[in-house]
């Protein structure tokens, strides 16, 4: 079981640093990376936020990462904003002042301060939650109790852990996107009938428990997962649901899943009915909160034909608290088989590569971003991604690989017109879900990759020839920025000489108009886990 970090608002830290910059042709782009010793970093951090206008505080748990060196126990740890120095560590306190033990769950910046989010075990599950001092200079305070359902959480522990998993699922906590309300949830639990639910709570200001809800899924669903979630100003929530079943994917055309969005306010959880057109529905879907409090409900649409699921299209509608949607725009990725905006003309050589990446990506596409304009239109960023689990003989034990293969930036106009595409090709096969993944950062209406990329898989990538996982040998991280055309360069940070960094993790996290905070690591399979500070700015000339 592998967890996301949770970024959930930064700053970084550094004092010894390195520092990568490269130049696109209006912006800047700066990306530093701490290489402070003093921290025992080797603990990847699961919240990042931003604890004082100078600070950055890490909140690590050994829960989340097993490694053989180390326990189970949490740290928290600061960081100076500016120079990413690291200034002092804490243990988070583990017990309510009667001795009973607690679950540290998250570490969030809420109600305009850091709390740690825990949870106690027993025939009720209660939440509690404990106001951390900004710069961990002295103890913190009691916990407090937050909200309780009368429900009996099993931790379910696996009996078999590898170096960099977790040992149990978290309880999730998300801060909206205004800092007003705070959504706590749980992971999937089951009943004693076998009867799939979540627990569900809402917060608003001053800590005041506004709703709280258990909420069931498909009964016949052998398990499912929330996708994604966003709340509203009003403290409403939603959330994408995947129900997945029993039978093989493809039976008679009938897919063995269903992508759900629910709304959650004080009156109980509703479905909504999203209707995409005849024989066509979600097969991946986000959310993202738009300026106005609307929320955009974006995807990946598909359909079942030849016993085989095809996906073919991104889909976005918006909506608003009254649930009341827009038309769905639907925006196919291809055209007789190739994606808009091909790239190479089919005459030069190697174009059959290209086109064969492209007819693959067509096969099973996720939306992972969608990024709003100033003018109402938006970024769609697509990716190919797959894992696949096979046995090791050598290991004696099933591994688990993750593919991550070509990236779709789409611009779109707010109509639902599009202005370009443009496919970023490149493959590569990672033992960790941290490494690999692309990330799509925005800035003055530009979007911008960052990646993993190679010397070998650039030449053969702009050559037009055959790439493979293999390709990606001593690879480094690189940002790539695209013109107005959609034309994209690529440039290669926190690399200097034999020094390679890499940015990693789930996400990256915007903490101003013009920063992102990332996690980075030293080395690809093992090393210290450090801050990252993404910067932008515009040159003037």
């Not at 506004?210 to 069931?216: A, K, T």
Request: aromatic share 10%.
């Amino acid at each position: 079981m592998c967890l996301p970090i949770r970024l959930v608002i930064a700053c970084v830290s550094l004092a010894t640093l390195t520092l990568s910059q490269a130049q696109s042709d209006q912006t800047r782009v700066r990306v530093k990376i701490s290489t402070d010793s003093e921290a025992d970093a080797r603990l990847r951090p699961y919240s990042i936020v931003r604890s004082s206008p100078n600070a950055i505080m890490m909140f690590r748990n050994g829960e989340f990462d097993v490694r053989a060196f180390g326990s189970l126990k949490g740290q928290l740890d600061l960081y100076d904003r500016e120079k990413l120095t690291y200034i002092r560590g804490q243990e988070p306190v583990t017990k309510l002042t009667n001795g009973t033990k607690l679950l540290l769950e998250d570490m969030v910046y809420f109600d305009g301060r850091p709390l740690m989010i825990a949870r106690s075990e027993g025939e009720h599950t209660t939440i509690y939650f404990q106001v951390l001092e900004r710069n961990l200079t002295r103890l913190p305070p009691p916990y407090e109790r937050l909200v309780s359902w009368p429900v009996d959480v099993k931790t379910k522990r696996p009996l078999v852990v590898s170096a960099g998993e977790a040992i149990r699922a978290p309880f999730m906590v998300d801060v909206s996107r205004d800092s007003s309300h705070m959504l706590i949830r749980s992971p999937e639990i089951r009943g004693g009938s076998g009867q799939a639910f979540y627990l569900f709570a809402m917060v608003g200001k001053d800590m005041e428990v506004l709703w709280q809800h258990v909420v069931p899924v498909a009964e016949k669903a052998d398990r499912s997962s929330i996708l994604d979630v966003a709340m509203d100003d009003k403290g409403n929530a939603y959330m994408v649901l995947k129900n997945k079943f029993s039978n093989k994917e493809v039976v008679e055309d009938e897919v063995n899943f269903e992508i759900k969005l629910v709304r959650i306010s004080a009156e109980g959880a509703v479905e909504a009915n999203v209707d995409l057109g005849r024989d066509v529905f979600p097969s991946s879907a986000i959310l993202q909160g738009l300026a106005d409090d609307r929320i955009a409900f974006a995807g990946v649409y598909a359909k079942a034909s030849d016993k085989k699921l095809s996906t073919l299209g991104n889909f976005i509608t918006i909506f608003d608290s009254t649930m009341a949607f827009t038309e769905p725009m639907m925006l196919p990725f291809h055209e007789e088989g190739g994606l808009d905006a091909e790239g190479e003309p089919e005459e030069e050589p190697g174009a059959k590569f290209v086109e064969k990446d492209k007819k693959r990506m067509a096969a099973g596409t996720d939306l992972i971003d969608l990024l709003p304009k100033k003018d109402g239109g938006f970024f769609l960023v697509n990716e190919l991604f797959y894992s696949y689990e096979y046995y090791d003989m050598s290991a004696k034990r099933s591994v688990t690989r993750y593919a991550h293969g070509p990236i779709q930036v789409r611009n779109m106009k707010a109509s639902g017109a599009e202005l370009w595409s443009s496919t970023f090709r490149r493959w590569l096969v990672s033992s960790s879900p941290i490494l690999g993944r692309v990330f799509a950062a925005e800035y003055d209406d530009s979007v911008f990759l960052f990646v993993l990329d190679s010397e070998e898989m650039a030449e053969r990538r702009k050559a037009g020839e055959k790439i493979t996982p293999n390709h990606m040998k001593d690879p480094y991280s690189a940002y790539v920025s695209f013109d107005e055309k959609g034309e994209y360069k690529i440039k290669p940070v926190l690399k200097s000489g034999r020094d390679v960094d890499f940015i990693s993790g789930w996400n990256l996290v915007r903490t101003g108009d013009s920063e992102y905070i990332a996690l980075g690591t030293e080395k690809l399979v093992s090393g210290r886990f450090l801050p990252v500070r993404i910067e932008f700015s515009t040159d003037s000339k």
